[in-house]
């Protein structure tokens, strides 16, 4: 027990400083993805919802696309494909220089990815919950198209979007693992570092758990009162 | 057809609110075939008619909620800003125009409609504000008389959903009241209430056409048309089957549908 603590430790015999930071990264991974993953999981749901045929088609093979591809597969491909990408357009443009795509990037740009699909319908669901009656009698009593979205649909969309949205961010949390993947120094990939130099896997592992389970459990707490918040003036109370 | 100019003394000036052979279609359904309505400054209307005969999209008619697919709508001398008749669907030439022209027609829903997220001072309190751009502190006196008006002074600061129908519904009548619109259009506001808060609404309305509030009513309530109204039109199938003074239309209607239509509503 003793020689499990003093390899959590921190300081210099210890690995606890080195958790500590993969668990900084792995948050930093997290909320880095869910800013972009809601931008993007907005801007979907609105290709979802267009009049027009092409960005709705758009909007759907994308999704189609994330839903039917490994999550591990999806952050290599952006990773890689970003880093030729690039290249090419460098290459293109005549400028001679090797482009390293910085990995943190990467994983946020691949979970964001991931995130804005699920996110979209999310989006797309709570957009439709709003009562039609409630749009039309804001357009009856003369708001605009902007005002009727800003002052009646889009504060009624959170509440309904809050749960669903809790869940991803659930999804998202433990997804950052997968940035290990590609090298980045989060949670996990310092746990693995760890328990390799010192061949006490289980105690590194179940740390790593212990710590992916406060996270979640913080966020658990957080989203209750947001729902509580947003259920506000809802149903009788 | 020729251009009809946007004011025109040659316009139905007369009449407050001029509704010309309105025709309107939901692809295969013809739910409205030419119907005609006007109504003069203080004048309550009201639109009976069996379920379907067209009612509710007629009202939508005027504030725009429905397009028309033919026919105009003049309100006090001014045309609604319609893109002219050419066959294909007709569009809002002027949104800021219609914008201004919906902000004096309040409208009544039958299922209330108020913002869920607002509190009740709040709803009254948005568009004039929102829309009109009222300075807030005078706003929120006048919502709070227009509260105390409609008896609901106490539920300034509930939200929609801790009330009950007919409190909410008079909530969207101090709503709509809070706009000072020249027309009061009301769609069945007591249909989604239970029959024993009928009369609180009802009686709100009454009011409000003792004072002399030019409306326009879809309702069911036989009674209540029949005290209130100086005109009761009859709609059959989309059309107008008969309109007069509620004695006229009450004691005497001359077609069998609306003959028929009383006499079953009103047992
Ligand atoms: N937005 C709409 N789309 C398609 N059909 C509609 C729409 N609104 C109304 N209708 C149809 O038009 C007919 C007349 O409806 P309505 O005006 O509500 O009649 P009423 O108010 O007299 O009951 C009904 O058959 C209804 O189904």
Redesign the pocket.
């Known amino acids: 027990m003793t020689g499990a603590l003093g390899l959590l430790s921190f300081g210099d015999g210890g690995w606890g400083d080195e958790l500590l930071r993969g668990t900084l990264v792995t948050l930093q991974l997290a909320v880095c993805a869910l800013a972009l993953g809601l931008s993007l999981g907005l801007l979907l749901s609105a290709m979802k919802l267009s009049k027009h045929r092409l960005p709705r088609y758009i909007g759907d093979l994308y999704i189609a696309f994330i839903r039917a591809t490994p999550e591990f597969l999806i952050l290599l491909l952006f990773y890689f494909g970003i880093e030729r990408a690039v290249q090419a357009v460098l290459v293109a443009v005549g400028l001679d220089v090797a482009f390293e795509m910085p990995r943190f990037l990467a994983a946020v740009i691949g979970l964001a990815a991931i995130f804005s699909a699920y996110a979209a319908e999310v989006f797309r669901g709570a957009y439709m919950a709003v009562p039609n009656g409630q749009i039309e009698a804001a357009i009856a009593c003369g708001m605009s198209d902007w005002q009727t979205f800003n002052r009646v649909r889009l504060p009624q969309m959170w509440r309904f979007a809050i749960p669903g949205l809790g869940n991803l961010w659930m999804v998202l949390l433990k997804d950052t693992s997968l940035a290990a993947v590609i090298a980045v120094d989060d949670l996990l990939r310092q746990a693995k570092i760890g328990s390799e130099s010192t061949r006490a896997p289980l105690t590194f592992y179940l740390a790593a758990g212990a710590i992916y389970l406060v996270l979640t459990g913080v966020s658990d707490l957080a989203r209750n009162g947001l729902e509580r918040r947003a259920r506000r003036g809802m149903a009788g109370v | 057809m020729d251009e009809v100019p946007e004011r025109s003394s040659t316009g139905p000036i007369q009449s407050y609110l001029s509704v010309q052979n309105i025709y309107k279609r939901?692809?295969e359904?013809e739910?409205l075939k030419g119907v005609s309505l006007e109504a003069a400054q203080h004048e309550v209307v009201s639109l009976i008619?069996a379920?379907?005969?067209?009612?509710?999209?007629?009202l939508r008619c005027i504030n725009l909620l429905a397009i028309p697919d033919r026919g105009d709508i003049w309100i006090d001398g001014v045309r609604l800003p319609l893109s002219q008749d050419d066959g294909g669907p007709r569009r809002i030439r002027d949104q800021k125009a219609v914008r201004l022209m919906r902000a004096r027609l309040a409208m009544v829903f039958q299922s209330f409609n108020l913002w869920s997220h607002k509190t009740i001072i709040e709803n009254v309190m948005e568009a004039p504000i929102h829309v009109l751009n009222a300075p807030k502190a005078e706003t929120r006196d006048k919502a709070e008389a227009l509260l105390a008006r409609v008896g609901i002074a106490d539920k300034r600061n509930a939200y929609p959903a801790q009330l009950s129908g007919g409190q909410q519904q008079r909530a969207a009548i101090a709503r709509a009241l809070c706009m000072e619109p020249k027309i009061l259009l009301f769609d069945e506001p007591t249909s989604a209430l239970d029959p024993e808060l009928v009369g609180e609404v009802l009686k709100v309305m009454r009011d409000l056409a003792a004072e002399g509030r030019t409306m326009v009513v879809?309702s069911h309530e036989m009674s209540f048309v029949r005290e209130v109204s100086n005109k009761v039109i009859f709609?059959h199938q989309g059309g107008i089957a008969e309109q007069g003074t509620p004695a006229e239309l009450f004691r005497r209607p001359q077609t069998e549908a609306c003959q028929k239509f009383l006499s079953n509503i009103l047992q």
């Open positions: 939901y692809a359904l739910v008619g379920s379907g005969s067209g009612k509710s999209t007629l879809v709609l």
